[in-house]
């Protein structure tokens, strides 16, 4: 086989990875098109629930978890690959905190599970999303297993936080889901809310809606920064290929050339044999 029939072959595939990965970063762009709707809308209906639950909270305070409670601890990764140092950093973030040693770990997606599977704080790995309308799946199967690990436990789970990508301010964050912990009330309320259950219910029914509708928040960020990543990473990487592409067309252009040099040699001294064949025939 050829230099250039080679190099030919390889300038084949490196076309046809060009076309893959120029498919996988539309695809990217496209869930960030849908996860922006998505998102808006979502923490427009957080921001309210908040709101709700700080004008609760100022004249019901909420009685703390106590003590020696079980922690829960929820990572969420990606599922599919492809998005640069996305499940190393959460790994690096994790690694740097002090961790107790009760502290249970519930990992979401396969690509960070594959760099966890020596913590023995792991509780749980789950399945997750490939594409903006997986997510309530996603999120079907952590409620599940949440249940389940509830259920299980010798003792009551007090606190679940989730480490995850924030899209809004593009870093890895730390946050405690259950119990609620917001910030004080900017205004002061001058009359208690009117409530038509007893608080404590109205507590527990306020507190399962909104961890619902965060989880949902957080899960669609956490989807949003993955495919910002995987974005970036597909650009980086189709640069770097189109680069690669361009030096092995001039290889094949030089190649070429050589070959077309080397037949007109081949020609010329075929053409000087047969005109000495020629004189020697006629003398």
């Given at each position: 086989?050829?230099?250039?029939?080679?190099?030919?072959?390889?300038?084949?595939?490196?076309?046809?990875?060009?076309?893959?990965?120029?498919?996988?970063?539309?695809?990217?762009?496209?869930?960030i098109?849908?996860?922006?709707?998505f998102?808006?809308?979502?923490?427009?209906?957080?921001?309210?629930?908040?709101?709700?639950?700080?004008?609760?909270?100022?004249?019901?305070?909420?009685?703390?978890?106590?003590?020696?409670?079980?922690?829960?601890?929820?990572?969420?990764?990606?599922?599919?690959?492809?998005?640069?140092?996305?499940?190393?950093s959460?790994?690096?973030?994790?690694?740097?905190?002090?961790?107790?040693?009760?502290?249970?770990?519930?990992?979401?997606?396969?690509?960070?599970?594959?760099?966890?599977?020596?913590?023995?704080?792991?509780a749980a790995?789950?399945?997750?999303?490939?594409?903006?309308?997986?997510?309530?799946?996603?999120?079907?199967?952590?409620?599940?297993?949440?249940?389940?690990?509830?259920?299980?436990?010798?003792?009551k789970?007090?606190?679940?936080?989730?480490?995850?990508?924030d899209?809004?301010?593009e870093?890895?964050?730390?946050?405690?889901?259950?119990?609620?912990?917001?910030?004080?009330?900017?205004?002061?309320?001058?009359?208690?809310?009117?409530?038509?259950?007893?608080?404590?219910?109205?507590?527990?029914?306020?507190?399962?809606?909104?961890?619902?509708?965060l989880?949902?928040?957080?899960?669609?960020?956490?989807?949003?920064?993955?495919?910002?990543k995987?974005?970036a990473?597909?650009?980086?990487?189709?640069?770097?290929?189109?680069?690669?592409?361009?030096?092995?067309?001039?290889?094949?252009?030089?190649?070429?050339?050589?070959?077309?040099?080397?037949e007109?040699?081949?020609?010329?001294?075929?053409?000087?044999?047969?005109?000495?064949?020629?004189?020697?025939?006629?003398?």
């Amino acid at each position: 086989m050829s230099k250039r029939r080679e190099v030919k072959e390889r300038l084949a595939t490196l076309d046809e990875i060009n076309s893959i990965m120029k498919t996988m970063k539309n695809l990217a762009l496209l869930e960030i098109r849908k996860l922006e709707m998505f998102l808006d809308t979502q923490r427009r209906v957080t921001a309210s629930i908040e709101m709700t639950a700080r004008d609760f909270l100022y004249f019901y305070p909420q009685i703390p978890a106590q003590p020696g409670h079980q922690q829960l601890l929820i990572i969420i990764g990606s599922e599919r690959g492809f998005c640069g140092d996305y499940n190393e950093s959460l790994v690096a973030f994790l690694n740097s905190q002090q961790l107790q040693r009760e502290t249970l770990l519930v990992v979401v997606g396969r690509k960070l599970e594959s760099k966890l599977l020596e913590n023995f704080h792991i509780a749980a790995f789950i399945e997750s999303h490939s594409v903006a309308e997986e997510v309530p799946i996603t999120l079907q199967r952590l409620i599940e297993v949440l249940n389940r690990m509830q259920q299980a436990a010798p003792t009551k789970i007090g606190q679940i936080s989730v480490l995850y990508y924030d899209d809004e301010s593009e870093k890895i964050r730390l946050r405690q889901l259950l119990p609620l912990s917001l910030p004080e009330p900017e205004l002061t309320y001058s009359h208690p809310p009117l409530l038509h259950l007893e608080p404590t219910q109205f507590l527990t029914k306020l507190t399962d809606q909104y961890l619902y509708v965060l989880l949902h928040e957080v899960f669609y960020s956490s989807f949003m920064r993955e495919n910002h990543k995987r974005l970036a990473h597909m650009d980086s990487a189709i640069q770097h290929l189109e680069k690669d592409t361009a030096k092995l067309r001039m290889r094949a252009n030089r190649l070429r050339q050589e070959e077309i040099i080397n037949e007109i040699e081949i020609i010329l001294l075929s053409t000087e044999v047969l005109s000495a064949n020629d004189k020697s025939f006629h003398s």
